[in-house]
């Protein structure tokens, strides 16, 4: 097997790979409904191909028109709040954590007196 001498460096692996480009996709307009689609597949917006029905899940699903929604009922809703920063919303999570440290701190100290005062 055939091994080289000396690594391959950057330059020359550029010029290699000038040539080696993208070309865009071929591309046709569907004959039955007008969208773009890739030359020879299967339209994915009707389900024609060649002007033939081929996809039997898009052909078989009936056009439904939604209905109109005018006499529907709309529920009031209560005025939002103002949204509060996330600088605001981490100071809140501090200052509660310090807190919690201090009432668990209060606690110990609670329970060592009761403790002391048994004895």
């Avoid at 550029?14 to 865009?24: F, L």
């Avoid at 052909?59 to 028109?65: F, G, L, Q, R, W």
């Avoid at 005025?79 to 919303?89: D, H, I, L, V």
């Amino acid at each position: 097997m055939a091994v080289p001498k000396k690594r391959t460096g950057h330059s020359a692996q550029g010029k290699r790979r000038a040539n080696w480009k993208a070309s865009k996709p071929a591309t046709t307009k569907c004959p039955n409904c007008g969208e773009t689609v890739l030359a020879h597949t299967v339209c994915t917006a009707c389900g024609y191909y060649k002007g033939k029905p081929v996809s039997k899940k898009m052909v078989s699903a009936p056009v439904v028109e939604e209905p109109k929604k005018a006499q529907e009922v709309k529920e009031e809703k209560p005025a939002k709040a103002k949204k509060t920063s996330t600088k605001a919303k981490k100071a809140e999570v501090v200052e509660e954590t310090k807190e919690n440290k201090e009432e668990v701190k209060t606690e110990k100290k609670e329970k060592k007196s009761e403790k002391t005062s048994e004895e």
